[in-house]
C-alpha cells in the first residue's frame, strides 16, 4: 500500500517569506507527527495530531510555525517569516493510533533559507 | 536532560564484523516503548523493531538481534555478519506513555553512524 507522503520534496526560499509543506498519511493512520532533522540539532518532535483531539503543539520551536489538519487526514506545516535557522529536513509520519504503535516515516522536505 | 543517548558518533567496520550499537534510555514511566529505526543514504526512516517496558525478552530477525535490559535501562542492537547495504544511520527513540501528557511522540537519540566497508 502507499506509505507517507510530502511534497514538496525540496524548498528554497528566501529569508522573510512563507513556506507551507504537505503530508499525506498513510490511510487509516489516526495519529500524525512533524519532526524536524538538523545537523545540530538531530531529530525534533514538533507537533502531534490524534484524531479529532486538539493537537499537542509543545515541540513548536516558536510562534511561527504552525500546522493543521484537514479531515482527520492530510496536514499541512507553516512556516512564516523564514529564517535561516529553519533550514533542515522537516519529515512528516503517521501511526495507527499514538505511542505504542510504529510509526512510518515519508521522505521528507528538505527546506533551504537563503 | 537527554532521554536517549547514543554514544557512538561513528562506527566503521569491515564487512562480516559483527557490530552492537548501544542505547541507554532514561524515562520515569512504567509504561513505555523503544524502537530503532535505520536511516540509510536515501534518507528514509525506516522502522526496525519496538519493543515495549514489559517484555525484556531478547529479539532476533535474521541478522538484526536486540537487547533489552530494563536493569540497565539499555535497548542494544547487534548486527551479525555486517554487509555493506547495513551502512546507515541507526537511530534508537523512546516513547513515553504520560510524556507532557501527549502520548506518542518519539524522543531520539542522536543516532550512530555505520559504516560497512567490503
Known amino acids: 500500500g502507499a506509505g507517507v507522503s510530502q511534497s514538496p520534496s525540496n524548498k528554497v526560499t528566501e529569508k522573510g517569506k512563507d513556506v507551507e509543506l504537505r503530508c499525506d498519511p498513510i490511510s487509516g493512520h489516526t495519529a500524525l507527527y512533524w519532526y524536524r532533522q538538523s545537523l545540530g540539532q538531530g531529530l525534533e518532535f514538533l507537533i502531534y495530531?490524534?484524531?479529532?483531539?486538539?493537537?499537542?503543539k509543545s515541540g513548536l520551536p516558536s510562534d511561527r510555525f504552525s500546522a493543521e489538519r484537514t479531515g482527520g487526514s492530510v496536514s499541512t506545516l507553516t512556516i512564516q517569516r523564514t529564517q535561516q535557522e529553519d533550514s533542515a529536513v522537516y519529515l512528516c509520519?503517521?501511526?495507527?493510533?499514538?505511542?505504542?504503535?510504529?510509526?512510518?516515516f515519508g521522505p521528507g522536505t528538505r527546506l533551504t533559507v537563503l | 536532560a537527554q532521554k536517549v543517548t547514543q554514544a557512538q558518533t561513528e562506527i566503521s567496520v569491515v564487512e562480516k564484523e559483527d557490530v552492537t550499537l548501544d542505547c541507554v534510555y532514561e524515562?520515569?514511566?512504567?509504561?513505555?516503548?523503544l524502537f530503532w529505526y535505520k536511516q540509510p543514504p536515501s534518507g528514509e526512516l525506516v522502522f526496525l523493531i519496538r519493543?515495549?517496558?514489559?517484555?525484556?525478552q531478547n529479539e532476533i530477525s535474521g541478522r538484526y538481534s536486540w537487547n533489552f535490559q530494563k536493569s540497565t535501562s539499555s535497548f542494544n542492537f547487534t548486527i551479525t555478519a555486517s554487509q555493506v547495504v547495513d551502512s546507515a544511520v541507526y537511530f534508537c527513540a523512546l516513547s513515553e506513555e504520560s510524556y507532557g501528557g501527549s502520548q506518542g511522540n518519539l524522543i531520539f537519540g542522536k543516532g550512530t553512524k555505520l559504516s560497512v566497508k567490503p
Open positions: 524515562t520515569r514511566d512504567t509504561t513505555y516503548y
Open positions: 519493543r515495549n517496558s514489559f517484555d525484556e
Open positions: 509520519a503517521s501511526s495507527m493510533t499514538s505511542y505504542s504503535n510504529e510509526q512510518f
Open positions: 495530531f490524534q484524531g479529532n483531539s486538539a493537537p499537542d
